[in-house]
């Protein structure tokens, strides 16, 4: 099965996120499919927190791709943003 989830990157206490589509069977930082985004929750000042390629979403949503629990929301809120 396709998913949708975060993979880590950043230096320790520093995390940083990508958004990937992989097949679930694979490990969390193994290789990815493609890259959507990602997520940075140690964002200060004028870094950017979250970036996400809607229409990639979309498209890999359509596909049949089940996102996790944190992407699902962190999707929510970046279409709450978008919408403001």
Do not use: C
């Amino acid at each position: 099965m396709i998913s949708i989830r975060l993979s880590r990157g950043g230096a320790k206490k520093r995390p940083f996120y990508h958004i990937v589509v992989t097949d679930s069977r694979k490990r969390r930082d193994s290789g990815s499919i493609e890259t959507l985004g990602y997520y940075n929750p140690v964002a200060r000042g004028q870094e950017v927190r979250l970036h996400v390629e809607d229409d990639r979403i979309n498209y890999w949503l359509g596909q049949g791709a089940q996102p996790s629990d944190r992407v699902a929301a962190l999707i929510k809120q970046a279409k709450k943003a978008a919408a403001n």
